[in-house]
Structure formats: C-alpha cells, structure tokens
C-alpha cells in the first residue's frame, strides 16, 4: 500500500472550472426560438469561436442552404453527415441519421461507402466515431471549439493519478472504470487498458452489473449525476456511493471511506442537466395538473425523484412520439431537442422544464457557416478539421467500446 508522501492526490489544488463550463449561458435566452443569423452576428456572443474563411461570415441562413445542398450534391455516397439530437435545427436537417453519440459512431463505422464523415456534435463525439470507423474514412467536425465542459471535467492526468491512488489504497484491489460515453478518448482508453468499460445513458444499469461481476467497486466517469442515479436505481445505498472531488487531496475521503464505497463517482456534470430544479417541476404542474414530467438522467437525484420518468435522449423521443394526443410533457433536457419535439407532435403540449432557455453553448456553435465551409473544402480535395486518435490510444479507447457492445 502507498504511503501518504508517495499518493499522487496528496494535497489540495484550486478548485478550476473548464472554459466550456463558464461560456455555457452564453446564448441563453428568454425566447422560446433560436434562429439561426448569419454568423458574423452570431460572433459577438464572447465565448471562443474557430476562426473561419471572411466569405462565411455574412451569408444568411438561405445563402449557406444553397450552397450546403450544392456540395452535399457534389459529394454523393463519399459523404455522410451526422447529426446529434442537440444540433439546431438549420443544421441536423442536413444529417443523414439523427441520433444520440454512440448511436451515430455506429452508424459511421458502419458505413464504409463514406469517405467522409461530418459529425455535426462535439469532439468526444468525433473521437468515438475515429476510434470506431475504417481507416480509409475521415472524421470532420465542423468548428473545432465544440467541445464538451462535462468531458473537460476529467483531465487525463487527474484521472490518471486518482487511478494510481485507488489502485494503491484499496486493500482488495477489487475495482473497475467506467466511463460514461461523454468522455474522452484517453478516459476510454484508460478503461480499455484496465478491464473497464464504456456506457452510455441507456446501457448503465447493465454496464454496472456486468462491473459487479467483476469486482467489488467501480470508478465512475466523469458524471456524478448519472452514476448515482443509476446506482440508486439498482439499491446500491447513497451512503456507499462517494464522490472523488480531484481538487482535494485523496478526493476528500480517507481510505477507510474508499474500502467501505461500492461507487466512487468523478465530480463531473452537465452544464445543461443540472439547470432543471424541482422548484421547476413543481410549477410545470400547478399549471397542468396531468402534466408528464421526462428528464435525461444526468440531472440531478433530487430532479430524477421528482420526475415521471429518467431516460437517455431516444427513450425521450420514443415516449412523447408514442404518448396519448393531447397529453402534456415538460421535458428536462437540451432546448434544440425540446423545440424539434414539439414541432414533430404538434397533438401534444411538450415545453422545457426550464423557462430560460440555454441551449448547449457547444453544441450551438456548429452554425451552417462552418458546415458550409467543411464541405466545400471537401469538394475542392480540403479537408478542413480532421480529428485524429493516437493509434494505442485509440487501440485501447475500442477494447473499452468493443466490451460495451457485447454486454
């Protein structure tokens, strides 16, 4: 066992907030749409964009449409767009398939006619579809800025040293990480590396079964949120649920409390999720006394508790589109998704949860501009924002992914 002087944990740090964290009420409104304007307007929100060709800037939405479609055209089966749920809408009408993270990394892999691969979302999003496609395709994300603050949440290098500790604290050694789909492809390669595992917010209750065969405690990356709800759904008490907070030293328990934990949770979050309260909730129905409450379960417990029903972003979409006309549904996740839902059920009354409305900062900087002027480069033999893995980690990042599929 380590010592004190030898833990890589072993004193406090100042408490910091990743970039994309603090620009995340950026575009927040109190307007129920977001249309899109040309991005030279767009622009003026501070927070970091890419930089991007002058010639983009002042083209209006219907300028960027005509020549989008122009260079879709041009590309044909060499090009495939992907589009996530949370993408505005002058942008996933694009997408060939719409879907949730993981979902659309599948999809890419499985595509092996497109030599190009446009993935309209983030950049743990791009990495995922990197590590899972051929080698001939190439992964484009169109603004390199679009990241994710719940994955910047997990920097390799705290993982790594509350890894060494764990590893070197716990009596049985009996532990396994597991990594929530938003993290990064080093975080998954971690996993991969030591018999881990990657889940998403549709698969975690089954991903932590199969870790509890396996081992007495898991390590859970990097979203507290969803790591508790997903063990409270199974039983495992609160109490033996702890979170490892990287800027106190050990993470703030002694190793007495890591021996007792069945759940060592990273002391991550979503910026969008953890905007829904219950005081919320409890206003959505005084005014709709029938009113289904549905939240993504990276809200908070006490959030999840009050709601009707926890799902990923499909269970969202499959429980509204099949719900009762004329039913009422107030929905705890991205704005972008919300408003599409509403439009594409028009017999129904669905509204966000929240009354500010703040779509992802990140997600929201994928504008038509910088779509438009991926794909052109594309036309011209250009490729502009190409994500690469390193080869081991992305060998490893798919061991992680590949252990996924088969549970």
Known sequence: MKTPLQLNSSTNKKPTLPLAEIEHSAFCKTEDELPARPLLDELKVNIRWQEIPVEYLRLTVEDLDRRIVRARSSLGDRLMILGHHYQRDE????????????LL?????????ADYVVFCGVHFMAETARVLASDHQTIILPNITAGCSMADMAPTNDVLDAWDDLTGILEDQSIVPVTYMN????????CGRNGGIVCTSSNAEGVFKWAFQRAKRILFLPDQHLGRNTGLKMGIPEESMIVWNPFKRMGGHSEEEYNKASVILWRGHCAVHTRFTVGQIEMARQRFPDLRVIVHPECTREVVDASDINGSTEVIRR??????SGSSWAVGTE??????????????NIFCLDPVVCPCSTMYRIHPAYLAWVLEG???????????VEPEIAEHARIALETMLSV
């Open 319 to 324: 429980e509204i589109e099949q719900a009762a």
């Open 91 to 102: 942008v996933i009408k694009y997408a060939d398939v719409r879907g949730d993270s993981y």
């Open 105 to 113: 990394s599948k999809l890419a892999a499985a595509n092996s006619k």
């Open 335 to 348: 704005i972008s998704l919300v408003n599409r839902l509403a439009k594409e059920n028009p017999d129904k």
């Open 183 to 190: 993290s990064t492809a080093e975080i998954k390669a971690l």
């Open 378 to 388: 594309l036309v011209e033999g250009v490729v502009v924002n190409e994500i690469n």
